[in-house]
Structures are given as C-alpha cells and as structure tokens.
C-alpha cells in the first residue's frame, strides 16, 4: 500500500489526479470508478488541468439513492453528470450510474456487476471513506465478498448527506452499491481522504482488523492500493 500525506485537501486533489493522469495517459481508453461526495472533488478538478484527452475513457459510478426522482441535483446520476462528465469532457454514454429509478431496483443492480465485467473490470477506482468506515455505500456489517445491491443507508450516513439536501428528510432511505467484492476486483484502488473528522477510521481502516465492521478495512485485502490523505486526516496513522 501506498499512502501519500499531502499539507490539504488541494493537494490531494493534485496528487490524486498526477497517478489517474499517468493511468489515462498510457490507456486511452482506461475504466474509471467514480466516486462522488466531497473528497473527490478536488481530484476531478485538477485532472481537468491537465487537459487530457477523455474521449475513450469510460466511467462507472460506485453507487445511488434508490427512488429519487429522475433529475434530481443530488441523484449521484446528476452529481456524476456535472462533476464529472462535463468537467472531464467524458462521452455522456461511457458513463454508468446504478439506475436508481429502475422497476427493480434488484435487476439493476445485477445487471450494474455485468456491465463492469463486459467492459473488461475498472482500471482505477477513486473512492471516500464514510465516518462509519463505509466504502461506497457499503455500510458496517456488509460481507466482504458482497456483490452490487441494493442496501439500506445508516441514519449517521443519512445525516452527513444532508447537507446536500435543502429538506434533511429527503435523503433516500436506500441505494445501489458497488459491492465489496466488486470494488476489491479495480486493478487499483485510489483512496482519498481528508479532514480531522477522518482521522480515527482511517487509522482503524488501515491499521485495525479486517472486518464487516470496518467495511473500509477490505482495502488491506488489496494489492495496488494508494491512499493520498491530507495531514489532518494522516494524523493517526503512525
Ligand atoms: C460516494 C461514496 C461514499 C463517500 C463517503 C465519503 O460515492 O460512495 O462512500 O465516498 O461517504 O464522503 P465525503 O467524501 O463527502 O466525506
């Protein structure tokens, strides 16, 4: 495992988006997982930076709310759309979200796994840890091997997402997830975490045991991971 501690959040952002250049560079048409929330924000905006050609990259979004209505700012379809696609002038159609609005929720999900796999596996997945130990929306008690499904979202997850929402009970009660099993088969797992509020599950999700407690903990089961935290959320790990 690698693990780059950077002065803040900026940083990380530069960092992260150095390691995804590199990838990009050298396979044009490489297989990104995105994650959404606020860590990866500032990767998305200094990979912009670069000016790379996106053309033949293609997108995989880790999870979404189950039962928003379609267009919703903060369906993670919309989150994707904006931070992501049109930031990084994607191809709209190379980019996957679990379909949040489906008849069966279920099927989608299925169907989401097959859709990794046929596009050959994700090259680099970027992911945020959740102050639970969450990874994706992969909450404490998941199996390890899980596989994309539909989950229910804590209360503690529910009320960190609020402030997203402009009316806190509107947080979906359910998602679709990118399992654990499906995020550990990336090829690299790129980790970025910042803030002193991440301090203590990130030292447990590296440094503690390996269980459906820690959902974050999986990473350890992984051979290429590289963690680019900022000092604040380093400050335990040591
Ligand atoms: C987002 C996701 C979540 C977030 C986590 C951290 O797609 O899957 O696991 O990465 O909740 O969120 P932030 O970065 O907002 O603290």
Not at 4 to 20: K, S, W
Not at 97 to 112: K, L
Not at 136 to 146: I, R, T, Y
Not at 175 to 191: F, K, S, V, W
């Amino acid at each position: 495992m690698e693990i780059f501690v950077v002065p803040d959040a900026e940083g990380t952002g530069a960092v992260a988006a150095g390691i995804l250049a590199a990838v990009i560079r050298s396979r044009p048409d490489a297989v990104l997982g995105v994650a959404t929330g606020g860590s990866p924000l500032p990767v998305y905006v200094a990979l912009a930076g670069h000016g790379l050609d996106m053309s033949g990259i293609r997108g995989f979004a880790l999870d979404e709310y189950v039962g928003l209505p379609a267009g919703h700012p903060e369906s993670y379809a919309e989150v994707v759309r904006r931070e992501v696609t049109e930031r990084l002038h994607l191809v709209p159609a190379n980019v996957f979200v679990p379909d949040g609005g489906a008849e069966n929720p279920d099927v989608a999900a299925r169907d989401y796994d097959r859709a990794i796999a046929k596009a050959g596996g994700i090259d680099v997945q970027i992911l945020g840890i959740g102050h639970n130990g969450h990874l994706a929306f992969n909450e404490p008690g998941s199996a390890l091997d899980s596989r994309t499904r539909v989950e229910l979202l804590t209360e503690r997850t529910r009320q960190a997402n609020a402030r997203y929402f402009d009316i806190p009970d509107d947080v979906p009660e359910r998602c679709i997830t990118q399992g654990l099993g499906t995020i550990l088969e990336a090829r690299q797992l790129l980790l970025v975490v910042n803030g002193a509020d991440k301090a203590d599950i990130l030292r447990e999700a590296l440094a503690g045991p390996v269980s459906p407690e820690c959902p974050a903990s999986v990473l350890q089961l992984h051979p290429h991971v590289t963690v680019v935290a900022d000092e604040a959320a380093a400050a335990r790990l040591t």
